[in-house]
């Protein structure tokens, strides 16, 4: 069963189907690379993978697929005064 332990200790298994943990994500330029209709498999398959931590919110992502280890985020929680 595929899991990953969060920073925070929480453990992220994203072996269910579907996975209320995981998001699927494109980007702009390689969604631009689809004419008209999209086949939905096609589309699937060319999108990275992220995890959030139900605990802490970091964000694990797939950037180079499931046999790489995903990259860790961390929600900023600085505010910044656009003044």
Known sequence: MPKII?????????SE??????YKFI???DYDQY????NAEDLY?????????????RL???WNGYTNPPME???N???????
Do not use: G, R
């Open 6 to 14: 969060c920073s925070c200790q929480e453990i992220l298994s994203y």
């Open 17 to 22: 189907i579907p996975c209320p943990i995981e």
């Open 27 to 29: 980007s702009d330029c």
């Open 35 to 38: 004419q008209e209709m999209i």
């Open 45 to 57: 398959l060319h999108m990275k993978s992220f995890l959030k931590c139900p605990k802490c919110d």
């Open 60 to 62: 694990w992502i797939f």
């Open 73 to 75: 985020y961390v929600k």
């Open 77 to 83: 929680t600085k505010i910044i005064n656009n003044e």
